[in-house]
């Protein structure tokens, strides 16, 4: 369904303050019925960044980007916790471990 909102974005006018917190508090609603509530899927997500920066500063002392690739596809397998049919974060995650074995690959990460 096409709001009025989406169709001020698609016609290049700006939005306001309260057109923005309106947008936000609506897409967060419909993501919470996605995926669930928002404070059980972050602390999962949390923790597996945290596995993955100790992982990442432990062995070559700095997250680089394929370490970042990690936690965006950590991020999908938490969302999908709660959704395991949802397509467009399997996608994504296929997405995200295609982008991340091609930068690891290039820049010759071990770790």
């Not at 923790?47 to 370490?67: F, P, S």
């Amino acid at each position: 369904m096409l709001r009025h909102l989406d169709f001020q974005v698609m016609i290049g006018q700006s939005m306001n303050e309260t057109e923005i917190l309106n947008r936000a508090a609506e897409t967060i609603a419909e993501r919470e019925q996605t995926y669930g509530d928002a404070s059980i899927n972050l602390e999962r997500a949390a923790a597996g960044c945290d596995v993955i920066a100790r992982a990442a500063l432990e062995n070559g002392g700095r997250i680089t980007a394929a370490h970042l690739v990690l936690i965006q596809d950590w991020l999908k397998t938490c969302r999908l916790l709660e959704t395991m049919g949802h397509e467009d974060s399997w996608v994504d995650k296929v997405g995200y471990s295609a982008i991340g074995g091609r930068i690891a690959t290039e820049m010759g990460e071990d770790t």
